[in-house]
């Protein structure tokens, strides 16, 4: 029988392939040094919800063409977004997507778009809160997504582990019969949203059994040596489960530093800060307790916020105060900064929430001009303003640079 060559027919294809691209350099080049890309997926509103609810990680840039810190992202988004595909081919693993918010002004007011270019991540069509302020580099964002991706809940391989947990910090624990149940899947959904604010750890089976004396469950370590608490909501309820631990993650009264600055400063909400020396527990204590007893239904229209009067010690001067004066209760409404008073009077019943209704109805901003709010005159008896001129805010300095976005505050469609 004849036998085909088989192994002489595959060395003469192999001599032709390098004949054949070693004498087109054109096809050469091509051959070995052709990129793979990826298209970016471009956002409107007809696909917007269905991309973001698909995707496990969604990367957005928000930008404008004639913005040219746009301009100058666009080929980085682009080549991190090829170098992130490579690793999670997947295309609902990681989307890079991007909207032209002159194109479509209703999703940049959708998302309170502020500035161009606002990097946004969004987790299952759920916009996280931190949005992306890093470095503007190709290894900088695959970084970051590789951070995304990671795995945010640190299993426990025995709970002697728990005593060695660092109690500075908010720490939920779950402790579930099986890794691959829904009660864990949910817990896992709500640990990649809020891994930022809390430390997530979980058990699982035997090492787990001794805290399940009732089934799986979730509890809550908060930092010093404060009490556990316990979850008794349904796990699988994820709305319920999510509003539960962002309770405990995310704490009334926030500290504001350097480093959150600007963030709290785009949340566009008014500060009324707390400023105590850093050692001072017991004046953060009772403000606290006064914000969650006078003020919680005010949460949603001022920032509860303390800050160390070491570091914010310029703050403290543009309302004529030193650290020696700590503590020091004042609201800084991104216009002006006003001051609460004796902080001893916080313990008066209403007296903080007064100081709250004052700055919504413009008292505070009218009295710092013309003086006090006039009472009843005689007939005829006139009111003489008595000007005066508050201090400027202090907090707005910390709003994002303009030397890295374009920001849009004078524009009328955002």
Same mark, same amino acid.
């Given at each position: ?26 096809? %050469? ?56 595909? *490579? ?16 194109? +479509? ?66 720490? $939920? ?8 149940? *829904?009660?864990?899947?949910?817990? *896992?959904?709500?640990?990649?949203? !809020? ?22 469950? $979730? ?32 704490? @009334? ?12 400063? *785009? ?5 009324? $800060? ?38 914010? %010690?310029?703050? @403290?001067? +543009? ?78 300095? @910390?709003?994002?640079?303009?030397? %890295?976005?374009? !920001?849009?505050?004078? %524009?009328?469609?955002?």
């Amino acid at each position: 029988m004849w036998e085909v060559p088989w192994r002489r027919i595959a060395l003469m294809l192999a001599v032709f392939l390098c004949f054949y691209y070693l004498c087109d350099p054109l096809k %050469r080049v091509t051959w070995v040094f052709t990129p793979v890309t990826t298209e970016i997926t471009s956002l409107d509103t007809e696909n917007i919800d269905d991309i973001l609810n698909n995707a496990d990680v969604a990367l957005v840039n928000f930008y404008a063409d004639w913005c040219r810190f746009s301009q100058m992202l666009h080929p980085i988004f682009e080549e991190a977004s090829n170098v992130i595909k *490579e690793e999670y081919p997947n295309e609902n693993q990681v989307v890079f997507a991007r909207v032209d918010c002159d194109q +479509h002004s209703d999703i940049a007011q959708r998302y309170r778009i502020s500035k161009y270019p606002t990097l946004k991540l969004f987790r299952n069509g759920m916009m996280m809160k931190r949005e992306y302020r890093g470095q503007r580099s190709v290894k900088a964002l695959a970084d970051y997504i590789r951070q995304q991706k990671s795995d945010p809940v640190q299993e426990l391989h025995d709970l002697a582990e728990i005593t060695t947990l660092d109690r500075s910090k908010r720490n $939920i624990i779950g402790y579930f019969e099986q890794k691959d149940s *829904e009660n864990y899947r949910v817990f *896992e959904r709500v640990a990649n949203i !809020l891994h930022d604010d809390c430390a997530f750890l979980s058990a699982f089976g035997a090492v787990s059994k001794p805290e399940r004396y009732s089934g799986d469950n $979730i509890i809550y370590k908060p930092p010093g040596s404060a009490p556990d608490m316990v979850y008794l909501g349904s796990m699988t309820n994820f709305d319920g489960t999510y509003n539960w631990i962002q309770d405990k993650c995310v704490p @009334l009264v926030r500290e504001i530093t350097f480093e959150n600055g600007e963030e709290l400063t *785009e949340e566009g909400l008014p500060f009324l $800060i707390l400023f105590h020396m850093k050692e001072d527990t017991e004046s953060l204590e009772i403000f606290q307790n006064e914000v969650a007893r006078q003020l919680i239904s005010e949460k949603g229209t001022i920032n509860f916020l303390h800050a160390d009067c070491d570091k914010f %010690r310029h703050p @403290l001067l +543009h309302i004529q105060k030193t650290p020696a004066d700590c503590p020091v209760i004042a609201i800084d409404s991104f216009r002006h900064m006003y001051v609460f008073g004796d902080f001893r009077d916080v313990l008066i019943p209403g007296k903080l929430k007064q100081f709250v209704f004052d700055l919504h109805s413009g008292k505070l901003h009218r009295e710092f001009h013309h003086g006090p709010d006039p009472t009843d005159t005689a007939p005829g008896q006139q009111v003489q303003d008595v000007a005066s001129s508050p201090p400027e805010s202090s907090f707005q300095k @910390l709003a994002p640079s303009e030397y %890295r976005y374009t !920001l849009l505050r004078d %524009r009328d469609e955002l």
